[in-house]
T-cell receptor, first 114, second 114 residues
Framework: GENVEQHPSTLSVQEGDSAVIKCTYSDSASNYFPWYKQELGKGPQLIIDIRSNVGEKKDQRIAVTLNKTAKHFSLHITETQPEDSAVYFCAASILGAAGNKLTFGGGTRVLVKP | NAGVTQTPKFRVLKTGQSMTLLCAQD?????MYWYRQDPGMGLRLIHYSVGEGTTAKGEVPDGYNVSRLKKQNFLLGLESAAPSQTSVYFCASSTGQGGYTEAFFGQGTRLTVV
């Protein structure tokens, strides 16, 4: 089955700096790569996603890049703010497969220091 | 708009006891999932359902059973709880239509087995 690895496990940045989280996946059939943000005491929430026919996607201060050949994808947060402090999870899925199941990475705890 | 609601939010069980976690969604979603979240391991899929009356095993199904008698509800059962089942459990749902696979999560159930 699919295996998703995520690095780093913790990331501390100064407010205003950029943060980058990297993930690799093992199943070349995976074609959908979402990123979820989990705030303390809450469930994960989708913040951005990318499909395998696209190399990059941007939404305001966050962007995701995908390299299908190398089987890795990254989340970039620019101009970080204290409210960006949370745990971030990458995931991979095969759209159209039974259940559209998501395989998650281990998570990255991001701390933005004011 | 409640979204995905999990009951209970916290529970302490003794080894060998049984319990049922309830997940309810009001978005008319076809697909529902149960995940467990452990430190450093991300979210791992326990069981999932692609529609009323259906269930399927995920990555870590042992020790758990599920039922989806009504489209809006997905129940997770522990027949004989073990300390290894101490975790935070998340339910999620998604529409499953047209390959759109955003998963909406509940707020989680923190379960401790002593």
């Amino acid at each position: 089955g699919e295996n998703v690895e995520q690095h780093p496990s913790t990331l501390s940045v100064q407010e205003g700096d950029s943060a980058v989280i990297k993930c690799t996946y093992s199943d070349s059939a995976s074609n959908y790569f979402p990123w979820y943000k989990q705030e303390l005491g809450k469930g994960p929430q989708l913040i951005i996603d990318i499909r395998s026919n696209v190399g990059e996607k941007k939404d305001q201060r966050i962007a995701v890049t995908l390299n299908k050949t190398a089987k890795h994808f990254s989340l970039h947060i620019t101009e970080t703010q204290p409210e960006d402090s949370a745990v971030y999870f990458c995931a991979a899925s095969i759209l159209g497969a039974a259940g559209n199941k998501l395989t998650f990475g281990g998570g990255t705890r991001v701390l933005v220091k004011p | 708009n409640a979204g995905v609601t999990q009951t209970p939010k916290f529970r302490v069980l003794k080894t060998g006891q049984s319990m049922t976690l309830l997940c309810a969604q009001d978005m008319n979603h076809e697909y529902m999932y149960w995940y467990r979240q452990d430190p450093g391991m991300g979210l791992r899929l326990i069981h999932y359902s692609v529609g009323e009356g259906t269930t399927a095993k995920g990555e870590v199904p042992d020790g758990y059973n599920v039922s989806r008698l009504k489209k809006q509800n997905f129940l997770l059962g522990l027949e004989s709880a073990a300390p290894s089942q101490t975790s935070v459990y998340f339910c999620a749902s998604s529409t499953g239509q047209g390959g759109y696979t955003e998963a909406f999560f509940g707020q989680g159930t923190r379960l401790t087995v002593v």
